[in-house]
């Protein structure tokens, strides 16, 4: 089994920056892409961003790009998501995810390993 524990997330106003955090444990070396997933208020979750485990490939998707960035510490089984110049409409709960496949996905019941989520809120 994996664990994921999510942090970072806040309040804060439209234009700033916030940095996700979500530290893997467990069996980490069977995981090959960690990501991320939102949230938003009445909707359904949504892929956010993906990278992979041993070359940081990433995947983002169109809403998040140029503002978003996913990086990994492997030493410390962490991955992280920079989100730069928030919107109103970033606002929802954030869940980091892990899969043991290989490739970049995007559909939720790709990842077997969710955190709890972190709320971010971004306002006006």
């Known amino acids: 089994q994996v664990q994921l524990v999510e942090s970072g997330g806040g309040l804060v106003q439209a234009g700033a920056s916030l940095r996700l955090s979500c530290a893997a444990s467990?069996?980490?070396?069977?995981?090959?892409?960690m990501g991320w997933f939102r949230q938003p208020p009445g909707k359904e979750r949504e892929f956010v961003a993906a990278?992979?485990?041993?070359?940081?490939?990433?995947y983002y998707t169109d809403s998040v790009k140029g503002r978003f960035t996913a990086s990994r510490d492997n030493a410390k089984n962490t991955v992280y998501l920079q989100m730069n110049s928030l919107k109103p409409e970033d606002t929802a709960v954030y869940y980091c995810v892990a899969r043991s496949g290989s490739l970049l996905r995007t559909r939720v019941n790709e990842y077997p390993y969710w955190g709890q989520g972190t709320q971010v809120t971004v306002s006006s």
């Open positions: 467990g069996r980490t070396s069977s995981i090959n892409v």
């Open positions: 990278i992979t485990w041993s070359g940081g490939n990433t």
